[in-house]
């Protein structure tokens, strides 16, 4: 089941609300939650449920065993079990078949094993079930004595398929008690249908067009022009698509009397990559800075140390999105950038103009999005050398008649979807908070338009993926 799907607005909210609303106590709320979140999560896939209850179930009991150990060796043994226990089902389904693979094919021999269908939103399950565990050994949190309670921690419907990525300790208390009043109420849906119109109303719009050009590996010669409308529009379509999923969880959480963080802060207008990074899927760069860079030894032990860490950290997180070789090249790609960035041209960039480096970071991320998107390398290549003018038979055209056609097609919506990826929506909302209740009044009937527009789209729309769906 998805947000932008007609079943979860019309059936599956209403009647989540419903229940909530009428539970007399809080525990019972939570209850309530835990049900309809594993409803929501069994909706296409109920045999990956288990997986989830047992990672989940054998956590709760080494945290217990970290709690009562009275031996630091002890203390890191379940540590160990927990961590491996969640591990090993993140890598059987994820990367067995593809390390696997490679080793084999180096061989020369036949691949046995057969990539697994890979269960939704397991790799950002489980690295939160990994921050509980941690945080237990580390002494941040106490351990649940109550399952339930790390279950709906764990399951909670609206961040558990594609985050944002919730540590812990960010809402252990709200696990407790937590109030639903009626301004968050009004907030929060008002959050998830601006989400909702991000999603269905550009996101999907950007798809269809990438969708409709001539793109590499598909036989068709690209263009100059071509390559890189179809780099912008993916560009804008994965953080639409995201972003989206982001706005929408955390609107549904702050319904529900959860406060969860910021996941994006307009990273398309960052001047540098480090800036996007720290603007781009806050919470994954949080886990890995919290749990592997830091835990290395971060920037403490020298140049050389630093560059390992991160090094190590950015094959990490590029394997995190994907077992292919375009997400090690990814990962490789920015670690390099920022490890270039830090310790060689930042004095050279800081004395470019701040619209420039925007320019030039944006252009960087552009081609970054390439290598992300074909897991395919003859068509990555291909791809690669069509944003230089490059073809296998030479230099190619500047444009061709599908790109063209595409540009007609949707007239000005990539510059518009562009303005919107920069934070025109925080300047509207200034100017809207100046005016009162007048302007809480507007923001409602915008929110209204928003969703009734979203609906019409997805009526008639078939291409409704969620991009982040399979990382």
């Known amino acids: 089941m998805v947000f932008s799907s007609l079943t979860f607005l019309f059936l599956f909210l209403p009647l989540l609300y419903l229940f909530v609303f009428l539970s007399p106590a809080p525990r019972w709320r939570n209850g309530v939650l835990i049900v309809f979140s594993l409803i929501f999560y069994a909706w296409g896939e109920p045999v990956w449920v288990l997986a989830m209850l047992f990672s989940t179930a054998a956590n709760y009991v080494f945290a217990l065993l970290i709690e009562r150990s009275g031996s630091a060796a002890r203390r890191k043994l379940f540590l160990v079990l927990g961590i491996v226990t969640s591990i090993c089902f993140l890598f059987y389904f994820k990367y067995a078949a593809f390390l696997l693979g490679t080793v084999t094919g180096l061989l020369g021999l036949e691949n046995p094993l057969s990539a697994p269908k890979l269960p939704i939103g397991i790799s950002f399950y489980t690295f939160q079930i990994l921050t509980y565990t941690v945080d237990v050994y580390r002494g941040k949190e106490r351990a649940l004595h109550n399952p339930l309670r790390l279950l709906l921690y764990i399951s909670c419907f609206p961040q558990l398929i594609a985050g944002p990525i919730v540590q812990y300790g960010d809402i252990a208390a709200q696990l407790e008690e937590r109030a639903i009043c009626p301004e968050d109420f009004g907030d929060g849906m008002q959050r998830f249908c601006f989400g909702l119109g991000k999603k269905v109303l550009l996101a999907n719009i950007c798809g269809a067009a990438l969708e409709a050009l001539p793109l590499a590996g598909r036989g068709a010669q690209m ?32 319904t529900l009397g959860f406060r969860y963080k910021e996941n994006f802060n307009y990273p398309y207008i960052s001047s540098s990559v480090t800036e996007f990074w720290r603007r781009w899927h806050i919470s994954l760069g949080s886990f890995f800075r919290d749990y592997v860079y830091i835990p290395l030894g971060g920037n403490r032990r020298g140049t050389g140390r630093t560059i390992l860490n991160m090094l190590i950290v950015w094959s990490l997180t590029g394997l995190w999105h994907g077992a292919s ?103 509207a909302e200034k100017l809207l908070a100046r005016v009162g209740k007048l302007g809480q009044l507007v923001r409602l009937l915008c929110a209204v338009a928003v969703f009734a527009a979203s609906v019409l789209f997805l009526v008639g729309q078939s291409y409704n993926p969620f991009i982040y769906f399979r990382f």
């Open 223 to 254: 263009s100059l022009a071509g390559a890189w409308l179809a780099a912008l529009l993916y560009t804008l379509q994965l953080y639409f698509d995201f972003s989206a999923y982001s706005d929408m969880a955390i609107g549904l959480g702050r």
């Open 325 to 427: 070789w375009n997400f090690v090249l990814w990962g490789a790609y920015y670690g390099v950038l920022l490890i270039l960035e830090r310790f060689v041209l930042k004095t050279a960039l800081d004395r470019l103009p701040r619209l420039l480096r925007m320019l030039l970071t944006f252009a960087v991320v552009m081609v970054g999005w390439v290598i992300f998107y074909y897991t395919d390398a003859a068509a990555l290549g291909e791809h690669l050398r069509a944003l230089i003018g490059l073809g296998a038979a030479g230099r190619l055209p500047l444009t061709d008649g599908v790109t063209l056609g595409v540009l007609r097609q949707y007239t000005l919506f990539p510059l518009l979807a562009l303005l919107l990826s920069l934070p025109v929506f925080p300047a």
